[in-house]
């Protein structure tokens, strides 16, 4: 049986190690940031509740929302220049039929992946049902329906009585991205293409 300084000792090292994991997943997400920045659309990070990252999250006590306490994953989504507007010093990212959304999700922890994954695809062809103008107004919704919506992630086809929108993304092994040119190489490049060779729905 374990003694109490043997279970102190674990909880340390388990918040130790999740806050470890916390900071290296930020500081690739600004790097992803900061590269896209100096791509030929001038990509912005997206801020739906501010500059941070988007995930489904609970305080509840009940099991299966106890389970929610930990940001197990999390979403960002960038968005070209001139695809935004700066309103009252916040970027907004208007919906309209030609845009096209790269998204990015960080899978730390799920019941149906071995490993930690990366997700980086496009979202597009967007309409909504609800009254919502700009994108960042879906984020929550996308991450609190995110079993059904990447349930095939190399092709979305996704609505429901609120959002329709098609997406394409490409799945990698979160740990195998060890320096800055395999982010550009493994997620960068391969979001990029995606990106460049999809055309939404014209109006």
Do not use: C
């Amino acid at each position: 049986m374990e003694t109490k300084n043997e279970l102190i000792e674990q909880s340390n090292l388990a918040f130790d190690f999740i806050q470890k994991l916390y900071l290296e997943t930020s500081y690739l997400i600004k790097e992803v940031e900061s590269i896209l920045s100096e791509e030929p659309e001038e990509f912005i990070i997206g801020k739906p509740g501010g500059y941070g990252v988007t995930s489904r999250g609970s305080s509840g006590l009940e099991s299966n929302y106890v389970k929610q306490w930990i940001m197990r994953k999390f979403a960002v989504f960038f968005a070209p220049k001139d695809k935004t507007e700066s309103k009252a010093g916040q970027i907004i990212t208007p919906i309209t039929k030609d845009l096209k959304i790269l998204y990015m999700r960080i899978v730390l922890n799920d019941e149906s992946e071995k490993e930690p994954k990366i997700l980086i695809g496009i979202i597009y062809d967007i309409n909504t049902k609800k009254g919502w103008e700009k994108f960042e107004q879906l984020m929550g919704h996308i991450e609190y329906y995110e079993h059904k919506i990447f349930k095939n992630p190399s092709s979305v086809s996704y609505e429901d009585t609120y959002i329709s929108f098609k997406g394409e993304f490409i799945k990698r092994d979160l740990f195998d991205i060890t320096d800055s040119s395999l982010i550009n190489s493994k997620i960068i490049q391969s979001g990029l293409s995606i990106y460049r060779k999809t055309r939404p729905v014209s109006n």
